[in-house]
Each structure stands twice: as structure tokens, then as C-alpha cells.
């Protein structure tokens, strides 16, 4: 098993992997379960698929268990997640109790695993009233919020502050986010992991031809989008933005996106994105499998700049996947993009479809600076936002749970 991590240190550094190694010893034999609400589609299935064997490499006992629950489920939580970005969202107490009865469901498979456990990482709201149904645990449960919750509507969040104030810590992603509860916030920005094959290098034939595939013009300039199709994520700004570019300097834009399975809006987006790229050949709308992860990737090189327009972002890892390929970013003033695209740095930070369209020209038409800030980009995340980093903060919390109390705590192997 240590051979996956040994793949790291070319990429991150022996000293970080050795680092990791350190920090585990202590953990060994350790169970974690990791509970969400998908297994494809979305950042935490993103993060957890990479994360979850990098810690059973270092000896910990780790797991992803995933809840699943109806339709009306998905329909609850998708109103808890737009509700927490701050969008005023009235759910029918009907729903609250399809989405407590499904939490008890889910419990009662899960309680043998999570009774055990020492320790649980419960991520976002979908699964949050597990803990009240696995009163006699063994370790400490930690409540890992994936969302932009800056200003999140009232009303919804003090009926999910029930759950959440039960656990014994919580992880935001950024200080913004942070939130009155009863015990302590941790702060852990996510991460990408540069071995995936969402992130590894890829020959240049392979980039090519995926360009082939979609018929996208290797003469055009290309401008790219990945995202889930989603309100927050503003694909319509997207298209107007290129609209604005497009009326001065040829461009094609690709959207490519897919769901996730406890999504249940996408198909309304996606339909509103295909009515104002109708009748454009410049614009391709993709919908990919959710395990084309090599295929975004191709994307993700082939493009001369990525967009993430999002008008609330709780961290956005399509940014960070551009920035590591070299790509400057132009994104959403918002939430996690803000911690990524340093303005004019590694990117541009924009607010209108207008803003974007001027930045998307300014690129095209300034190739030196479109290269520099690339490398800058790449330099960011590789000291930011690699998945060592997050696997370290990781590995230090759950030490500071277990031996918070002791004098000192013995680290090494
Ligand atoms: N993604 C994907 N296929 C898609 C759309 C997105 O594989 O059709 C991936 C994307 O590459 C990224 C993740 O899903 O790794 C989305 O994470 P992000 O934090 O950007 O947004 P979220 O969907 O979690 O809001």
C-alpha cells in the first residue's frame, strides 16, 4: 500500500510525503467513515474518491459510505443547499420529514460502521441527522460543510443548526464561512489530487483527439466552463459573455457538464442553456458520464482559458483542476474563487457577463500574459491546493481530537 503514496513525493515532495507518514504513525489502525450523499458528480465524490485511499495508505482504517434517499429527498436537501448559499427557500415540513425518516433509514445500515468509528467526517447537510440516531459512538464526529455559507437564509439554517450542533467540530472552507456553534471550527480548503486522472498530465495526442471528437475548430480560440449545471454555477452569464466576445474576436465555448445524482434541478438549467446556445455552432454543450474525468481533463488543456462565472462557489476545484493545467482563470467574485484567482495574479475575479468578456479578450489578444499568469496558476496550486495538503490538515485535526488533552503528542515512525 505505501506505494501510492511514494508516487507523491515526485509531485509534492519526499519531505511532505514523509511529513504524512509522520503525522499517521500515531493514527494507525484508526477507523474512519466518511458519509455523503454521492458517489459521482460533485467536488466532495471528487475528493473523497482520491482521499479516502491515500489515508487507508497510510495505515488508517478509512471508508466512504453513501446515503440515498427519494426523490423528494434530493428535492429537500437541493433547497437546504441553495438555502445555506443564501437564497430564501421555503421547505414544506413534508419534506423535513422525508429528510429525517431518510436519515433514520440510512442510520440503520450505517450503525454498526458509525457506532465504531473513531472517528466520522459527515459532509454537508444530506446526511447531518445521522448523529442523532447513533447516540452511543466511539469517537468524535466532525461536520464537513462544502458550501459557500456566508450569508445562508436564516430560517433554514437554524433548523440544520439542530443537527450540526450536535457534533464535536466542524470544517469550513474559508474564515467567511465560519459560523456560531458550539464547538470548535476548523478551517481546511479542499484540494485537488494531481495523480487523478481529472489531473494528470496527459499526451498531447490524446488532447487532440478528444478536440476531434467534439468537431471543436483547432484553429478557434477555446473558451471552457465545467461545471454541473446549476444556477450558482451561471452558465447563461457564460454565454453571454462569449456572445460579447464572439461580436470582435473569433471564439468557441464549450459547457461541459454532467449531473449529480442528488441534484435533481440540473435538467431545468440544462434546458435554459441549450435554448440560448441554439442556433450557435461556435457553442458546444457537452454532457458527459460522470466518470469522463479524462475527458474533462483533455478539455481542461485544450482550452486557452477556463471560466467558473459562479455567482457562489463554497470553494470551486473546476478552478483549481484550470489552474493546475497552466490555464489563467477568469471567475466569479465569490466564495472559494476568491481564495484561488488572485486578481490579475492567477487570474481575473469578474462580476458581469461584461467583465468577463473583457477579460476573455484582454487573454486572446495578450498571449505573454495569458502564459504567465498560467504558470503562476500552476505554481499557486501546487503550494496551495494539492490533495497533501488537505490530507495533512486532515491527519492534524484528527490528532488534535484524539490527544487534545495530552501534554504532549508523540509524532514520527
Ligand atoms: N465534474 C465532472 N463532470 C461534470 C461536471 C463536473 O467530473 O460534468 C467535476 C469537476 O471536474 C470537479 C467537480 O466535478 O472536479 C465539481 O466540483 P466543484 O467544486 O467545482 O463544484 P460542485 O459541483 O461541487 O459545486
Redesign the pocket.
Known amino acids: 500500500m505505501t506505494d501510492l503514496l511514494d508516487r507523491y513525493t515526485e509531485v509534492a515532495g519526499r519531505d511532505v510525503v514523509e511529513h504524512l507518514r509522520q503525522l499517521a504513525a500515531p493514527l494507525s489502525g484508526a477507523r474512519v467513515v466518511h458519509v455523503n450523499s454521492t458517489r459521482e458528480?460533485?467536488?466532495?465524490a471528487?475528493i473523497l474518491r482520491e482521499l479516502v485511499p491515500l489515508m487507508q495508505a497510510l495505515d488508517i482504517k478509512a471508508s466512504w459510505e453513501v446515503i440515498s434517499g427519494s426523490p423528494d429527498f434530493y428535492e429537500c436537501t437541493k433547497g437546504f443547499h441553495n438555502a445555506l448559499q443564501g437564497i430564501t427557500v421555503t421547505i414544506p415540513d413534508a419534506l423535513l420529514q422525508v429528510y429525517e425518516e431518510t436519515n433514520r433509514q440510512n442510520a440503520e445500515y450505517l450503525r454498526p460502521a458509525l457506532e465504531e468509528a473513531d472517528f466520522v467526517f459527515i459532509h454537508d447537510p444530506q446526511p447531518a441527522p445521522l448523529i442523532a440516531h447513533i447516540p452511543d459512538h466511539a469517537g468524535p464526529w466532525i461536520w464537513r460543510c462544502?458550501i459557500d455559507v456566508r450569508r445562508p437564509y436564516r430560517r433554514v439554517w437554524r433548523y440544520l443548526k439542530r443537527w450540526v450542533s450536535q457534533y464535536d467540530a466542524s470544517i469550513f472552507s474559508l474564515p467567511e464561512y465560519a459560523q456560531p456553534l458550539p464547538h470548535p471550527q476548523y478551517l481546511i480548503p479542499?484540494s485537488i489530487d494531481p495523480l487523478s486522472e481529472?489531473n494528470r498530465d496527459l499526451p498531447a495526442e490524446e488532447v487532440t483527439a478528444v478536440r476531434e471528437r467534439f468537431g471543436l475548430d483547432p484553429a478557434l480560440p477555446l473558451i471552457l466552463q465545467?461545471?454541473?449545471f446549476?444556477r450558482f454555477k451561471d452558465p447563461l452569464g457564460v454565454i453571454q459573455a462569449y456572445k460579447l466576445v464572439k461580436k470582435l474576436s473569433p471564439v468557441q465555448l464549450v459547457l461541459?457538464?454532467?449531473g449529480?445524482s442528488d441534484d435533481p434541478e440540473g435538467e431545468v438549467v440544462l434546458n435554459q442553456v441549450l435554448q440560448a446556445a441554439a442556433g450557435d455552432p461556435n457553442i458546444h454543450v457537452l454532457l458527459?458520464p460522470?466518470d469522463?474525468?479524462r475527458t474533462?481533463n483533455a478539455l481542461q488543456r485544450a482550452a486557452d482559458l477556463v471560466l467558473q462565472k459562479s455567482i457562489r462557489?463554497?470553494?470551486?476545484?473546476?478552478?483549481t483542476?484550470a489552474m493546475w493545467k497552466n490555464k489563467p482563470v477568469i471567475g466569479g467574485d465569490t466564495g472559494g474563487i476568491r481564495l484561488q484567482v488572485i486578481d490579475h495574479y492567477t487570474g481575473f475575479l469578474v462580476r458581469t457577463p461584461e467583465g468577463a468578456a473583457l477579460r476573455i479578450r484582454y487573454l486572446l489578444h495578450q498571449r505573454d500574459q495569458l502564459e504567465q499568469i498560467g504558470e503562476r496558476a500552476h505554481r499557486f496550486v501546487w503550494e496551495n491546493f494539492l490533495i497533501t495538503r488537505q490530507l495533512r490538515e486532515y491527519l492534524t485535526l484528527m490528532l488534535g481530537l484524539r490527544f487534545g488533552e495530552a501534554d504532549r503528542i508523540e509524532v514520527g515512525v
Open positions: 458528480g460533485g467536488g466532495v471528487e462544502h479542499p481529472k465545467v461545471s454541473r446549476d461541459a457538464g454532467g449529480a458527459l460522470s469522463a474525468h474533462i462557489e463554497g470553494f470551486g476545484l473546476t478552478v483542476e
